[in-house]
């Protein structure tokens, strides 16, 4: 009895009531009693009490695998071309080209230009003294005093009849006259005056370019001559005639089947109400054709079954995960 079948058996007990969801499981219990598979060797992580948990087989998963097989190796084969000819006119020098010198003579232009004929110079001028007449009064003759006889006027001049002559001491005034002359008002001096250059407007030919020689090119002399030559050269060429190859599809395991512990339905956490909507799921994905009794029943596992492997589920119970496939809530 495979591993496979245990499972599907103890999934069908708890279902059937053979087993309670909270019957105690002696791990060192052999249920197969002669696979020495044991239920027990790993209980599932996280469990929630009310659940029940069967030991399911998750399915390997494969994939197709394309590969080409082949079938005759690759050949060559040799082919040899003959070489071709053409008829082609070819130019051929008959008198190499040369050069000659060519004078290039001169060539001129007329220019205008002023020229000094008198270059600018400095000379001194004279510049003569001015006057003016001014009046002025001078002094002729100083103020000055003198002594005079006294008048014998009402001036009591005598004392007495004893006494000497009476002298008295009399001023004098300054004379004066008025004069008029001419004086000097600026001395004579002398100037620097500038007497500018004195120019001529001339016209002249002057060599505008002076004469050379230029190298003048004296073409080659050609003909055109017809000759015969080789367009392609002889070869052999090497055709590959391609490996022959046939595609083989083949199915490659990626991961293998493996058991795991997963939460199933059981008269714990089930209803006929709800078996009788995983009937009408399974009915509408074409795999029940039994009737919609709410009974968990031998046609409904292998219906259920069936399904899981068309989807490449886990089988071993019917998980939560088949009811979220199938769209059935508890």
């Known amino acids: ?67 080409q097989v082949l079938v005759s190796e690759a050949t060559e084969k040799l082919k040899t071309i003959p070489a071709t000819y053409k008829t082609v006119s ?6 190499e080209a040369s050069e000659r010198l060519v004078p290039v003579p001169a060539t001129y232009k007329t220019i205008t230009e002023n020229i000094v004929t008198k270059p600018a110079e400095t000379r001194l001028v004279r510049v003569p003294a001015t006057y ?21 006027g009402s001036t009591i001049t005598k004392v007495d009849h004893s006494t000497g002559e009476v002298l008295c001491l009399v001023e004098e005034p300054a004379v004066y006259k008025t004069v008029t002359k001419r004086v000097v008002a600026t001395p004579a001096t002398s100037r620097e005056e500038m007497i500018p250059a004195v120019t001529t407007t001339i016209t002249k030919r002057v060599v505008d370019q002076p004469a050379t020689y230029k190298k003048v090119m004296i073409p080659a002399e050609t003909r055109t001559v ?45 209803t006929p109400g709800v078996v009788r909507r995983i009937q009408t799921a399974l009915k509408a994905k074409g795999h029940y054709n039994g009737p919609i009794d709410g009974d968990f029943g031998r046609g409904t596992t292998n219906a259920v079954s ?23 809530s508890l």
């Open 1 to 67: 009895m495979n591993n496979k079948k245990i499972y599907s058996t103890i999934v069908t007990a708890i279902l059937a009531g053979g087993i309670s969801a909270h019957a105690e499981i002696n791990p060192n219990t052999n249920i197969s009693g002669s696979t020495g598979y044991n239920v027990a060797d790993q209980f599932p992580t996280d469990a929630k009490a009310g659940e029940c948990y069967a030991r399911v087989i998750l399915p390997a998963k494969k994939e197709m695998i394309k590969t």
């Open 90 to 95: 070819q130019t051929v020098v008959v008198k």
């Open 132 to 152: 003016k007449t001014i009046t002025e009064r001078i002094m002729v003759k100083p103020a000055s005093t003198k002594w005079k006889a006294g008048d014998g």
């Open 226 to 270: 017809q000759i015969r030559q080789e367009a392609t050269p002889a070869r052999t060429v090497a055709t590959v005639v391609p490996a022959q190859y046939t595609t083989v599809t083949a199915e490659k395991i990626v991961t293998a089947e493996k058991p795991t512990w997963a939460p199933i339905l059981c008269k714990t956490n089930t």
């Open 306 to 328: 069936k399904y899981q492997r068309a989807n490449g589920q886990a089988q071993g119970g019917l998980t939560f995960a088949t009811l979220r496939s199938l769209g059935v």
